[in-house]
């Protein structure tokens, strides 16, 4: 990775002086520093802001796999993925699995926010690992976990396999 490197847009060329008072144009000259901010993290243009500057959260992307073998009309929770931001965030929630349903069963996929219902879509038991939908959310500071369930609505569920995957990119 090269390192960031601002310049006054003017260079100063005059001689350098002996008078320490005086800002040299080797001081003048030189590469500023940017403050503040952490790993990970984008600096955006953000004209609310007095420097028209403000720190977002970089792009994050996590994937959590698991599986459910039994038989039950709701799996216990699925795929458990904790999101952080930092500042405000957009996150994008894509589950993705593979039922196998008691023979006539229909089934719903769940996605939970911190242990509540956020999102629910029918899915279907024809042995193709597919993703039924996307949830998107725009997050404010603080931590999350996402997770998923899957309920019969008419049987049980006997396995699945899911993965569940997040996407977090910074907003101002």
Do not use: H
């Amino acid at each position: 990775m090269v390192d960031v490197l601002i310049t006054s847009p003017f260079v100063l060329t005059k001689p350098e002086s002996p008078d320490n008072t005086i800002v040299s144009n080797s001081e003048w000259n030189a590469a500023k520093l940017i403050g503040g901010g952490s790993p990970g993290q984008l600096l955006a243009r953000d004209s609310q802001s007095a420097t028209g500057a403000s720190w977002i959260d970089g792009l994050a992307v996590q994937r959590t796999s698991d599986v459910f073998n039994g038989s039950a009309t709701t799996t216990p929770t699925l795929a458990p993925t904790i999101v952080a931001c930092a500042t405000n965030a957009i996150v994008i929630v894509q589950p993705y699995i593979l039922a196998t349903l008691a023979v006539g069963t229909n089934a719903v996929l769940s996605i939970r926010r911190n242990g509540a219902l956020v999102a629910t879509g029918n899915i279907r038991a024809d042995s193709a690992f597919y993703q039924p939908f996307n949830y998107v959310v725009s997050e404010a500071p603080g931590t999350y976990t996402y997770d998923v369930l899957v309920s019969g609505t008419t049987g049980a569920v006997t396995n699945c396999q899911v993965v569940l995957t997040t996407l977090r990119f910074g907003r101002l």
